[in-house]
């Protein structure tokens, strides 16, 4: 592997290749090395697939530093590894052909802007770490189609899946507690969305909103799902958009239910009536055979 070696600030700045599929598309990635932690801090040539081992030089990886790979028009394919947990601002931004990225396990932080303009990214699973999904986050991901959000997600920052044209299905954790302003902003193909009751606050404009040229106008189709009295129906009451209460099953609201309340009174009756009829069984089988021996007994 070839290196660049550059003496600042005690770091080594060095360039990592991968496989020889790589090599022939000019691939390579820049990285540094401080206190035995590897930072990647940008790209030279025109990757097109990228794949980061766990570690370099006996070092782990764990840190994509802010614009590392800033308008890399050529990449199509990431897969960072699960010993990353922070990826900076703008890292990704207008990667317009980037299809596929495999995000770490163990990530914590994501930068603002990260997927920016990453026009041709389609479909993106958030690891369980993430906490916060910052300003713009996936923003103008026009072939975004789904978006799993993890259960341990509490924000979503204004502007996160603002313009993601094509996103149709939004999976929410019950972990989530603010959806910034114009989070889902022309979002026009999103027909449902489920807000879960741990919602507290919701910007003007997150939901329901898209724009004809410079004129704001709303989403009259979509319908906001959730739980009655919470901030999803007021939402969807002052933004005059249709909502939809979405109880907790039925089964479950059983399981939660004391016994004497959660069976229906026509259960109990039939109760009653098999109980009548166990016992009318039960005397005829032992009370008659018992009245019986004691008749015979007397006869003795």
Not at 163 to 189: H, N, P, Q, W
Not at 239 to 253: G, I, K, V, Y
Request: hydrophobic residues 40%.
């Amino acid at each position: 592997m070839k290196k660049l070696i550059m003496l600042a600030a005690a770091a080594l700045t060095l360039t990592g290749g991968g496989d020889s599929a790589e090599k022939a598309h000019g691939s390579s990635y820049d990285y540094t090395i401080i206190d035995g932690e590897v930072t990647i801090v940008g790209f030279t040539g025109e990757p097109v697939y990228i794949d980061i081992p766990d570690f370099i030089e006996g070092c782990p990886v764990t840190e994509v530093r802010d614009n590392a790979f800033y308008n890399c028009h050529s990449l199509k394919w990431v897969k960072l590894p699960d010993t990353v947990e922070k990826i900076g601002h703008h890292s990704f931004y207008a990667c317009y052909e980037l299809e596929s990225v495999i995000l770490p396990k163990g990530l914590e932080e994501i930068g603002m802007g990260c997927f920016c303009g990453c026009g041709a990214l389609s479909y993106v699973e958030l690891p369980e770490t993430l906490k916060v999904l910052p300003d713009s986050c996936f923003r103008a991901c026009t072939s975004l189609t789904a978006a799993e959000l993890p259960e341990s997600l509490e924000t979503m920052d204004k502007f996160c899946f603002a313009g993601c044209t094509e996103l149709k299905r939004l999976d929410t954790g019950d972990s989530l507690v603010t959806i910034g302003e114009r989070a889902f902003y022309m979002c026009r193909g999103l027909e449902k969305v489920y807000i879960p009751p741990s919602v507290k606050t919701i910007g003007a404009e997150a939901l329901g909103w898209d724009c004809d040229g410079n004129l704001m106008k709303k989403q009259t189709e979509l319908v906001i799902l959730g739980e009655t009295g919470t901030e999803a129906e007021r939402y969807a009451r002052d933004n005059d958009l249709t909502f939809m209460a979405e109880e907790p099953s039925a089964a479950a609201f059983a399981e939660l239910q004391p016994i004497d309340e959660g069976i229906p009174a026509a259960a109990w009756a039939g109760l009653a009536v098999f109980g009548a009829l166990g016992a009318a069984v039960l005397w005829l089988v032992f009370g008659r055979g018992s009245g019986d021996s004691l008749n015979n007994e007397d006869k003795d």
